[in-house]
């Protein structure tokens, strides 16, 4: 129940400029909502009471998954992660996206939240953030300003905190063009099912003929103020067929960029053993289900 909506202006417009100029015109105590899982939480908390609402779920182009000529694939920013969790333009090293999507919380909320509005709030331990990063996706923004695309990497900028700008909203997900040889997994742990991520690990592989990796993303979740990926981790694992000594090698790289808290959902100490063996089970899982060479 919103208590709050006989002090809030509600604006539901049609299309993305439309909501760009309601929000300007509102100032900063406008807010976008999409799914309205966590935004309806804070303004029943009474921890932000926005002047105006405007809603993006009459905007018809937020709501679309398609792919692209260049064989990439945008998602827009209200496709629910009931929806990105079985869409079918999602395979090979893009099924990270789904794999995410498909562990978040619980059906209701699958129903409700939208990928952009989970990206937006950029909760450390939500599950796409880490997903996108290893997917090597791209942002793209709306604004006062136009339209402007940003790398997930560069999006998540720390605890909650994101490279929108004031008056700006998310309207899409650009997944890049990948090869039918990738594949990607996305692993996490929780304390129950449908829990926020204790820690999580997510990865995209390229093989050649042979089964060994020529190209890989990983990142962590849930062990530090955004998604983390290791760079290091990644260049030691090209060339390996994903053998048992390189990825212990490689979770060492990773372990030691890693900078989780203690919080009610367990120690750092807890997280930090964790994590090798979510990075062991999202390889074993790629290697079982991989087609044997030709």
């Known amino acids: 129940m919103l208590t709050s909506m006989t002090k809030t202006d509600f604006q539901k417009p049609k299309t993305v400029e439309e909501a760009v100029t309601l929000l300007k015109e509102a100032g ?4 976008p909502i999409s799914g309205g899982a966590t935004l309806v939480a804070l303004m029943n908390a009474r921890l932000v009471q926005p002047s105006r609402l405007v809603s993006l779920s009459a905007i018809d182009e937020l709501t679309q998954c398609t792919y692209q000529s260049d064989g990439s694939v945008r998602i827009g920013a209200m496709r629910r ?12 090293a893009h099924q990270v996206v789904s794999g995410a999507a498909s562990q978040i919380a619980n059906p209701p909320v699958r129903n409700m939240g939208t990928i952009g509005g989970s990206i937006s709030f950029a909760d450390p331990a939500a599950d796409y953030p880490p997903s996108l990063v290893a997917a090597n996706a791209e942002i793209e923004i709306a604004g006062p ?7 997930a990497e560069e999006f998540f900028l720390g605890w909650y905190e994101t490279a929108l700008e004031p008056g700006e909203i998310v309207t899409a997900v650009i997944l890049p063009p990948v090869s039918e040889s990738s594949v990607g997994q996305y692993e996490k742990l929780c304390r129950i099912a449908g829990d926020f991520a204790l820690a999580s690990v997510a990865v995209t592989i390229d093989f050649n003929a042979s089964n060994t990796v020529t190209s890989l993303r990983l990142a962590v979740g849930g062990c530090g103020g955004g998604p983390i990926r290791v760079e290091a981790a990644e260049q030691a694992l090209i060339g390996t067929k994903l053998e048992l000594d390189a990825v212990v090698d490689a979770a060492e790289l990773v372990v030691a960029e890693l900078d989780p808290i203690d919080d009610v959902r367990g120690s750092a100490e807890y997280r930090l053993k964790v994590v090798p063996r979510l990075l062991q089970r999202a390889f074993n899982n790629l290697v079982e289900t991989r087609e044997p060479a030709q």
Do not use: M
């Open 28 to 31: 900063d105590d406008a807010r």
């Open 81 to 92: 992660h009931r929806q990105t969790a079985f869409e079918s333009n999602l395979k090979a």
């Open 145 to 151: 300003e136009g339209r402007r695309r940003i790398p």
